[in-house]
C-alpha cells in the first residue's frame, strides 16, 4: 500500500481564499483523522471520522472549518475563508480497530500539508 | 478526558550511550500507549504500542518503551543511541477500545551527537 497520500503537499494562498485539503487513507482502514501541527499548540486534532461518519468534530477552530468524508477512500478538509492564523502544517492519518491484530489502533500519517497564508 | 506529558522538551546524547524519552499519562480505564517519530518535513512515524500483555514492547529501530501502571509511565528507551535517531519523538494515549480520541504529547527532540 502506498500510505495515506496527501495533496497539496504545499499550498500558498491569500488571506481571505478557499483552501482545499484531500487525503485518501490506506485502504481498509476505518477511521480517519485531521490534525494541525504548530510550534505554538504543537499536534492538535481537529475531527475524525469512522466509516465516514463524523465522530468528534471538537477540535475544529471555527466555522470557518469544514471537513467531509463522501467515501472510503477520500476526504476533504476545507478553510473558508483563510486567515494568516491559519497557517500550519496538516496532517491526515488513518487507523482500523481490530482486536489484538498487528497494526491495529495505531495511526498511520501522511506526509502532510503545509499551508501558509499570506 | 486523557492526556499524556513529555517533561522533557529536549534530550541530549552521545552516539553509543543509552538513550531515554520521558512520558506519563492519565486515562481512565485502560490505557493503550504509543510512541511516534518525526524526521524533519516528515509524518509521523509509528514507532511501538503498548495495547495489553508484557510491559516491556519492542519496537522498530531498535526501541522498545516499558509500561508503568504504578507510575503511569511509558517511558521509550533504546541501548545505544545512533545520530540517525535525532528526531522529535510524540507519546500519545487512547482511553482503550471504544475510545478512538487519541491524545498526543508536546514532543521530545532528541539529538545525539557523534
Known amino acids: 500500500d502506498a500510505g495515506v497520500i496527501q495533496s497539496p503537499r504545499h499550498e500558498v494562498t491569500e488571506m481571505g481564499q478557499e483552501v482545499t485539503l484531500r487525503c485518501k487513507p490506506i485502504s481498509g482502514h476505518d477511521y480517519l483523522f485531521w490534525y494541525r501541527q504548530t510550534m505554538m499548540r504543537g499536534l492538535e486534532l481537529l475531527i475524525y471520522f469512522n466509516n465516514n461518519v463524523p465522530i468528534d468534530d471538537s477540535g475544529m477552530p471555527e466555522d470557518r472549518f469544514s471537513a467531509k468524508m463522501p467515501n472510503a477512500s477520500f476526504s476533504t478538509l476545507k478553510i473558508q475563508p483563510s486567515e494568516p492564523r491559519d497557517s500550519a502544517v496538516y496532517f491526515c492519518a488513518s487507523s482500523f480497530d481490530a482486536g489484538l491484530l498487528p497494526s491495529s489502533y495505531e495511526q498511520y500519517f501522511g506526509p502532510g500539508t503545509r499551508l501558509t497564508v499570506t | 478526558a486523557q492526556s499524556v506529558a513529555q517533561p522533557e522538551d529536549q534530550v541530549n546524547v552521545a552516539e553509543g550511550n543509552p538513550l531515554t524519552v520521558k512520558c506519563t499519562y492519565s486515562v481512565s480505564g485502560n490505557p493503550y500507549l504509543f510512541w511516534y517519530v518525526q524526521y524533519p518535513n516528515r509524518g509521523l512515524q509509528f514507532l511501538l504500542k503498548?495495547?495489553?500483555?508484557?510491559?516491556l514492547v519492542k519496537g522498530s529501530y531498535g526501541f522498545e518503551a516499558e509500561f508503568n501502571k504504578s507510575q503511569t509511565s511509558f517511558h521509550l528507551k533504546k541501548p545505544s543511541a545512533l545520530v540517525s535517531d535525532s528526531a522529535l519523538y510524540f507519546c500519545?494515549?487512547?482511553?482503550?477500545?471504544?475510545?478512538?480520541?487519541?491524545?498526543f504529547g508536546a514532543g521530545t527532540r532528541l539529538t545525539v551527537k557523534p
Open positions: 503498548y495495547i495489553t500483555g508484557d510491559n
Open positions: 500519545a494515549v487512547r482511553g482503550g477500545y471504544n475510545n478512538n480520541d487519541m491524545r
